[in-house]
């Protein structure tokens, strides 16, 4: 089950895809053509549920926001995780077993964001207004459910929290980013996330729209999904 005290993982095929968009925001451009290897992908964002399973045994502290009725909700994307904490929890999970869990790179993000899609803005294709109604309206994080998902079962790719990735942030970065598997660059200021926020007037983000937060800050609308090598 997908609220189980583990995330659940589908396997992603690697391939080649053109990251980033032209004629857009900045930092999105150029578009380039990317090439990733083969990884496992979280059905869903780290749910409250799974994150106290972590807090519990690892003795990490509880989530700054879950006093609060509206994200308290165990099947709700855990929220207020600041990168560190994101990593510690990868880290945990891998403990017991040889699996290396992670966060994603951007380039893993983006690529299974697109659920095998060629290309394009969403995880979807063509206009569902029914979905895009549903969310626009919430006003609070939401448990994934199917009808957010893309075609390799990820849910909510494209809206309800930001998820933290590995990489740096640098605006710059795709003009000299490696072809195969890149990881951004070796040190910033900023890391790198991906997806949407309930807290966004626009609650919905394209998968190629980059976003960065300070690694030790905490925000409402920031949680993460693990990733591991396949």
């Known amino acids: 089950m997908v609220n189980s005290d583990r995330p659940e993982f589908v396997n992603i095929p690697g391939g080649t895809f053109l990251m980033g968009k032209d004629e857009s925001r900045k930092d999105e451009g150029p578009a380039h053509p990317v090439t990733v290897g083969s990884f496992g992908a979280a059905i869903s964002p780290v749910t409250n549920s799974q994150y106290a399973a972590f807090v519990q045994a690892a003795g990490s502290a509880p989530p700054p926001f879950l006093?609060?009725?509206?994200?308290?909700?165990?099947g709700q994307p855990v929220v207020g995780i600041n990168w560190f904490e994101a990593v510690a929890y990868c880290e945990w999970l891998g403990s017991s077993n040889s699996v290396r869990y992670r966060l994603p790179t951007e380039a893993e993000r983006e690529f299974s964001a697109l659920g095998g899609l060629a290309g394009g803005d969403w995880p979807w294709e063509g206009e569902n207004a029914a979905f895009v109604a549903w969310i626009s309206a919430l006003n609070d994080p939401h448990s994934p459910t199917v009808e957010c998902a893309n075609d390799y079962g990820l849910r909510c790719m494209a809206e309800n929290v930001h998820e933290w990735c590995s990489d740096?942030?640098?605006?710059?970065?795709?003009?000299?980013?490696p072809g195969g598997d890149p990881s951004g660059p070796e040190s910033g200021k900023r890391r790198a996330s991906r997806g949407g926020s309930w807290r966004h007037r626009e609650k919905l983000t394209r998968v190629n729209a980059r976003s960065s937060l300070a690694p030790s800050f905490r925000y409402s609308d920031f949680g993460f999904r693990v990733y591991r090598d396949a």
């Open 67 to 74: 006093g609060e009725e509206r994200f308290a909700g165990a």
């Open 168 to 177: 740096w942030y640098a605006s710059g970065y795709y003009a000299i980013s």
